[in-house]
């Protein structure tokens, strides 16, 4: 039901089920991780009102929510970069997950887990935005309201630049449809509800 791509690895469908509604994928070296994506296969949908929280699972650091997955939003892509650094290993013990887990291994060559738990969709809902507050990052532009309106508008001329081009002169006024900033406005908000502002510390 479910695939895992790694940045630079084979895609992973070698998913290990713990019950009907929780299963996992193992991550080996996962020191070298930057960018992960989680994603259904499409052979089976998830049921009417259901859909899948994603937690990853760091020794010495335990899990976290990273986001979530439904039949509107088959997949997600996730920086781990900067957010999840080698440490002292450990074997989870109070989680939903703690039936499974790598055994401790050297800081160098750490094995980490993609947990994935079937809930209900107003479950997740509630717990997602409080989830995502608490994920350990470098630094939370949603707390510096001057960064955070700088890497907004950069969103936004990224956006504009990608149906007028890069090649206009920045001393020629260009007329932008409201269609346009419209539909900019409706994806940041959507982004911002699902991931919170993760997203907009990315370079590209």
């Not at 895992?4 to 994928?25: I, K, M, P, S």
């Not at 070296?29 to 699972?57: K, Q, R, W």
């Not at 309201?145 to 990608?162: D, G, V």
């Amino acid at each position: 039901m479910f695939g895992c791509l790694v940045a630079g690895r084979l895609v992973q469908t070698n998913l290990q089920q713990v019950d009907e509604t929780h299963a996992y994928f193992e991550l080996p070296n996962a020191s070298t991780i930057n960018h992960i994506c989680v994603f259904l296969l499409g052979t089976i949908p998830f049921p009417d009102g259901y859909g899948a929280t994603v937690h990853f699972f760091w020794p010495g650091k335990g899990f976290q929510l990273l986001g979530m997955l439904s039949n509107d939003k088959p997949s997600a892509i996730f920086r781990l970069r900067g957010t999840f650094t080698a440490s002292v290993t450990t074997t989870p013990t109070a989680h939903q997950f703690s039936s499974v887990g790598p055994e401790p291994c050297s800081s160098m060559d750490v094995t980490a887990i993609l947990g994935l738990a079937i809930e209900p969709l107003v479950q997740i809902q509630q717990a997602l935005p409080n989830a995502v507050a608490k994920l350990p990052g470098p630094t939370d532009p949603s707390k510096d309201s001057a960064l955070l309106a700088e890497r907004i508008i950069k969103h936004l001329f990224t956006y504009i630049n990608s149906f007028i081009g890069d090649s206009i002169s920045p001393n020629i006024d260009v007329a932008v449809p409201m269609s346009i900033l419209v539909k900019w406005c409706e994806s940041l908000l959507t982004k911002i509800k699902t991931t919170g502002t993760v997203f907009l510390e990315r370079d590209d």
